[in-house]
T-cell receptor, first 116, second 109 residues
């Protein structure tokens, strides 16, 4: 199992450009999440999905859009990038740990985005 | 609104010097409290899930406890490899979780 993968790992954008971040998971999890993490801060929830075809807003959704057309993929889009969106973006999926009823989120390695 | 506050922001320990990290939370209807470890440049890695007050879980030198208002991550005889940022998160409603800002732990040999 690859777990949670994110594409790309790094990206530099100019103000006003658009891009899509891709998250993929191979654990058949229903729940998926997009977070951003700024220096010295924890993770802030941007959007999340409770299943294929569904999305919901988190704490900081403005300037971002998402889609969950397939269960294994969760896409995060920036339509018109701004310097305030410079951050590290983490994707996660949620499910149970093997042979346990314990539930947790599994995180991807992150995408480091800089907007000039 | 759900809130999670972690303290201290940073903690420096000598190898072998035990201590505790605190996670205070305000949430309506706690479904679970999670502890993660995050190394620089990497995504958070799961440590523990606690579901109800009084619950405790252990893994190597780490022990997590939970009350109705806070959780503690106790580190016994830490080693330099325990240096990392430790994140706490609560889940109150289906699908949504709130993270604290983390405690950065440095263990010196």
């Amino acid at each position: 199992n690859a777990g949670v993968t994110q594409t790309p790992k790094f990206r530099v954008l100019k103000t006003g450009q658009s891009m899509t971040l891709l998250c993929a998971q191979d654990m058949n999890h229903e729940y998926m999440y997009w977070y951003r993490q700024d220096p010295g801060m924890g993770l802030r929830l941007i959007h999340y999905s409770v299943g294929e075809g569904t999305t919901a807003k988190g704490e900081v959704p403005d300037g971002y859009n998402v889609s969950r057309l397939k269960k294994q993929n969760f896409l995060l889009g920036l339509e018109s990038a701004a310097p305030s969106q410079t951050s590290v973006y983490f994707c996660a999926s949620r499910g149970q740990i093997r042979s346990s009823s314990t539930d947790t989120q599994y995180f991807g390695p992150g995408t480091r985005l800089t907007v000039l | 609104e759900d809130q999670v506050t972690q303290s201290p922001e940073a903690l420096r320990l000598q190898e072998g010097e035990s201590s505790s990290l605190n996670c205070s939370y305000t949430v309506s209807g706690l479904r679970g409290l999670f502890w993660y470890r995050q190394d620089p440049g990497k995504g958070p890695e799961f440590l523990f899930t606690l579901y109800s007050a009084g619950e405790e879980k252990e893994k190597e030198r780490l022990k997590a406890t939970l009350t109705k208002k806070e959780s503690f991550l106790h580190i016994t005889a830490p080693k330099p490899e325990d240096s990392a940022t430790y994140l706490c998160a609560v889940q109150a409603r289906a699908g949504k979780s709130t993270f604290g800002d983390g405690t950065t732990l440095t263990v010196k040999p």
